[in-house]
């Protein structure tokens, strides 16, 4: 089915010009077909744009990459892997699910992928709790040089990883508590 289907920004502003059009053409009588001429045209590329999205071709890949644990308060780098699997270029949307505790909301990154390309996107987090994070899945939002339409794939990458103390923190104060020791 087409669960997953979105109007973009851009199918909303094409129909509000042609409303626009629509309303300049009770004063102007030449212009009373382009209204109806716009609608038809929008609404076939739409079907268009939404059947190339949602063709059996179109098919993506993503996949995070963690560390197997957590180090309190230390940076650390998350990459996500693409792959475009289809055979035309597409416009990606990615949301990372990230654990609760890091309180990120915004975190998306849009990126373009031609036919057959792969792509890595990275972001850092840093982790100020002890504890489990929950990674979840991630979202792809997909769109056509059309943009019409977006569709929306969700790729299973649910992960859990415990938070440990620093180990370079605790090296780091080991060798603050030795220097700080008096020579006997």
Same mark, same amino acid.
């Given at each position: 089915?087409?669960?997953?289907?979105?109007?973009?920004?851009?199918? +909303?502003?094409? @129909?509000?010009?042609?409303?626009?059009?629509? %309303?300049?053409?009770?004063?102007?009588?030449?212009?009373?077909?382009?209204?109806? &001429?716009?609608?038809?045209?929008? %609404?076939?590329?739409?079907?268009?744009?939404?059947? $190339?999205?949602? /063709?059996?071709?179109?098919?993506?890949?993503?996949?995070?990459?963690?560390?197997?644990? @957590?180090? @309190?308060?230390?940076?650390?780098?998350?990459?996500?892997?693409?792959?475009?699997?289809?055979?035309?270029?597409?416009? $990606?949307? %990615?949301?990372?699910?990230?654990?609760? /505790?890091?309180?990120?909301?915004? @975190?998306? #990154?849009?990126?373009?992928?031609?036919?057959?390309?792969?792509?890595? &996107?990275?972001?850092?987090?840093?982790?100020?709790?002890?504890?489990? !994070? #929950?990674?979840?899945?991630?979202?792809?939002?997909?769109?056509?040089?059309?943009? !019409?339409?977006?569709?929306?794939?969700?790729?299973?990458?649910?992960a859990e990883l415990p938070v440990y103390p620093s180990i370079l923190? #605790?090296?780091?104060?080991?060798?603050?508590? +030795?220097?700080? %020791?008096?020579?006997?």
């Amino acid at each position: 089915g087409y669960r997953g289907l979105f109007l973009t920004n851009r199918f +909303f502003y094409a @129909l509000g010009l042609i409303c626009v059009i629509s %309303v300049l053409s009770f004063w102007q009588s030449a212009l009373l077909a382009l209204p109806v &001429l716009l609608l038809i045209a929008l %609404v076939g590329l739409t079907a268009y744009d939404t059947y $190339l999205l949602f /063709q059996k071709r179109v098919r993506l890949k993503a996949f995070r990459r963690l560390p197997k644990v @957590l180090s @309190l308060g230390d940076t650390t780098k998350v990459d996500i892997e693409l792959a475009n699997l289809a055979p035309l270029p597409l416009q $990606l949307t %990615v949301i990372d699910e990230l654990p609760q /505790q890091l309180q990120i909301r915004n @975190l998306q #990154m849009d990126v373009s992928l031609e036919p057959k390309q792969r792509r890595k &996107l990275s972001y850092d987090i840093r982790p100020l709790e002890r504890g489990q !994070f #929950m990674f979840g899945n991630i979202q792809l939002f997909a769109e056509t040089e059309w943009g !019409f339409i977006q569709r929306k794939l969700e790729i299973k990458a649910e992960a859990e990883l415990p938070v440990y103390p620093s180990i370079l923190k #605790m090296k780091e104060y080991e060798l603050q508590a +030795f220097s700080s %020791v008096p020579a006997a």
